[in-house]
């Protein structure tokens, strides 16, 4: 493992609109401002929790923009740059590097539910994009895409694409994934990360998992699980991780990444939780019992703008 390979806590950047569906530019500032406040490692923009799919063209290119200039370096940048056209994510992928993203993380091509890359498609998409820039890769394996990527195809991507270097396993079953590929994969596997909104944490870190990408609501109280584990302090990493996996599990299953949003409003971070149709506001029972379980933690995000 390369000594100089991004560890620990990269969560995924919300995206705020006002109440009439525009940006909240200025709420974007605020986000950035309050993660980096939570410690974190370093950030996703531009993802699935960051509604990507809602997003026009020229409104990914003012959010990443603005990321990086606000940021200014305080902590690197992933950008997510995930296209079913190979031409268009490599345009994505350029211009990601030329505004300062330290990294991009891609998913691998796919159309609705049926329109999808074979492994040569998949082989040949991130190459493409890793010989357009000089900044490392992270390999998406989500279920949204509904596409299969083995670990022999991962492995063959990690040994013989020079950028692809990071895999974020979300798929289920992900410690298993993760054991696996580490294994294949030997030492070209210098950043293998969980998501998932780090449900199966405690589990991929046994796995051999050194990072992971959760949503920007708890990263404070993911941090420590993280940090203890990689020191060797097990038993404190599962303590902590006992404590905050309510909050996480109520997440995951109930509100999506429409919980950061809840807690951000609370907290004084954004004006509004909007987001945009067909996705429907969190129910008023389901939103109270997010944040009754939030504040029993104390999350930086409740009490960041106090």
């Given amino acids: 493992m390369n000594s100089s390979a991004y560890t620990g806590v990269f969560p995924i950047a919300p995206t705020p609109f ?18 980096v406040s939570q410690g974190v490692d370093g950030i996703c923009i531009l993802a699935n929790f960051s509604e990507q799919f809602a997003l026009t063209d020229d409104e990914r290119e003012m959010l990443l923009t603005l990321s990086l200039e606000h940021i200014d370096g305080r902590v690197p940048i992933i950008a997510t740059t995930s296209h079913f056209c190979t031409e268009i994510a490599v345009a994505r992928a350029k211009r990601a590097e030329e505004v300062g993203a330290a990294m991009l993380m891609m998913m691998p ?10 492994d040569q498609g998949v082989f040949e998409h991130f190459a493409a994009v890793s010989e357009a820039v000089s900044i490392p890769l992270m390999v998406q394996d989500a279920p949204l895409a509904g596409v299969q990527l083995s670990v022999p195809l991962l492995a063959r991507m ?4 020079e950028g692809v270097r990071y895999f974020k396993m979300e798929m289920p079953q992900a410690a298993a994934k993760l054991r696996a590929l580490i294994e294949a994969g030997g030492t070209d596997i210098e950043g293998p990360f969980d998501g998932e909104e780090s449900i199966t944490l405690l589990a991929d870190l046994q796995a051999g ?31 902590q991780y006992d404590e905050i996996l309510p909050l996480i599990n109520f997440e995951n299953r109930q509100c999506g990444f429409r919980a950061t949003k809840a807690a951000m409003v609370e907290g004084g971070v954004i004006k509004s939780e909007k987001v945009r149709h067909p996705v429907m506001p969190l129910h008023p029972d389901t939103r109270a019992e997010l944040l009754e379980i939030a504040r029993r933690l104390d999350p930086v995000v409740l009490k960041w703008a106090s």
């Fill in 109 to 118: 091509p796919y159309h609705g539910a049926l329109l999808k890359a074979d």
């Fill in 18 to 35: 006002n109440e009439d569906g525009t940006l909240d530019l200025d709420g974007m500032r605020r986000v950035l401002d309050c993660m």
């Fill in 209 to 239: 998992a050194t990072g992971t990408m959760c949503s920007a609501l708890l990263p404070d109280l993911i941090r420590p699980v993280v940090t203890q584990f990689l020191e060797g302090d097990h038993e404190g990493a599962r303590n």
């Fill in 158 to 161: 990690a040994r013989e694409i």
